[in-house]
């Protein structure tokens, strides 16, 4: 059972307009949320995380939200661009460990 | 500025051999982690280790071996390598004192396996 999982495996946006990635979860024990970036052949790069006592980040052009009692978080970049174009892991951190649970990626396709 | 360095980036393997993924980090990190990455699917836990000597299982830890006896040194051992074992595979760390701490993991380029 998947406890961390991004429903939409792809999305294609415009450059200029938002993006928007969702996530949700189902563990009630995760203290902290976290999105990775990955580019082909590289590993994954952190972009933005919140604690779970806030339910906004914002930094830049990315955002990101979370609903606690629908256990839902989601990404917002604005404006996207090209070299957004990568795959978007959301990840959960137990507050039993730094240990963090991954969901299956959402590949992002911002066209010029 | 290196940070966490894996080797090799890619390997063949043939099924029942064995081999080592080695993984270093240069940040004086206490945590250190071995994910793995199948095609379309997220990253799945193998082993981790919160400091030199100590050493837990993660979510897949069926069919490898870790050790950690330095803070800087993490490798990851196949035995009897099989096909399944076919994918990318990450190392990262972190440094982490407990709940304050927003416990970011960096992660190395991956190796690519392929098990034949």
């Known amino acids: 059972d998947q406890q961390v999982k991004q429903n939409s495996p792809s999305l294609s946006v415009q450059e200029g307009r938002i993006s928007i990635l969702n996530c949700d979860y189902t563990?009630?024990?995760?203290?902290?949320f976290l999105w990775y970036k990955k580019y082909p052949a590289e590993g994954p790069t952190f972009l933005i995380s919140i604690s779970s006592i806030k339910d906004k980040n914002e930094d830049g052009r990315f955002t990101v939200f979370l609903n606690k009692s629908a256990k839902h978080l989601s990404l917002h970049i604005v404006p996207s661009q090209p070299g957004d174009s990568a795959v978007y892991f959301c990840a959960a951190r137990s507050n039993a460990g730094n240990m963090l649970t991954f969901g299956g990626g959402t590949r992002l396709m911002v066209k010029p | 500025n290196a940070g966490v360095t894996q080797t090799p980036k890619f390997r063949i393997l043939k099924i029942g051999q064995s081999m080592t993924l080695q993984c270093t980090q240069d940040m004086n990190h206490n945590y250190m982690y071995w994910y793995r990455q199948d095609p379309g699917m997220g990253l799945k836990l193998i082993y981790y280790?919160?400091?030199?000597?100590?050493?837990d299982k993660g979510e897949v830890p069926n069919g490898y071996n870790v050790s950690r006896s330095t803070t800087e040194d993490f490798p990851l051992r196949l035995e009897l390598a099989a096909p399944s074992q076919t994918s990318v595979y990450f190392c990262?760390?972190?440094?982490?004192?407990?709940?304050?701490?927003?416990?970011?993991?960096?992660f190395g380029e991956g190796s690519r396996l392929t098990v034949l």
């Open positions: 563990n009630s024990m995760f203290d902290y």
């Open positions: 280790s919160v400091g030199a000597g100590i050493t």
């Open positions: 990262a760390s972190s440094y982490w004192q407990g709940i304050l701490n927003t416990g970011e993991l960096f």
